[in-house]
């Protein structure tokens, strides 16, 4: 298990940008598989974008071109850089992590992650 803390929610205009960070703890390094979700109103939970052990990225189609995904192993930190919000985008955000794999070819499924944050909101604003 790894304990994870989200941050950088807050309320933008549409086309804005916020950049939400995820602190990993009790883990040694960050070599597994992580990702961000949201849960809007009234929504289920949707994957946004995944992560793996390397370093590799993978979006959802709602995220393609406006998220970028990174991890800081220095800083035991994953980030979610949001540009050209849109007020559908208006959610809360999870970040999630399954320290037992490193490859993560269903990534945007929720059950394959042991960890989660007690996460962010976002909120746009049109």
């Known amino acids: 298990q790894v304990q994870l803390v989200e941050s950088g929610g807050g309320s933008v205009q549409a086309g804005g940008s916020l950049r939400l960070s995820c602190v990993a703890s009790g883990h040694t390094e960050m070599n597994y598989c992580m990702a961000w979700f949201r849960q809007g109103p009234r929504k289920e939970r949707e994957g946004v974008a995944g992560?793996?052990?390397?370093?590799?990225?993978t979006y959802a189609h709602v995220a393609k071109d406006r998220f970028t995904i990174s991890k800081d192993k220095a800083k035991n930190t994953m980030y979610l850089e949001m540009n050209n919000l849109k007020p559908e985008d208006t959610a809360m955000y999870y970040c999630a992590a399954d320290v037992s794999r490193w490859v993560c070819p269903l990534w945007s499924w929720p059950s394959e992650y042991s960890s989660w944050g007690q996460g962010t909101q976002v909120t746009v604003s049109s």
């Open positions: 992560i793996s052990s390397d370093g590799r990225a």
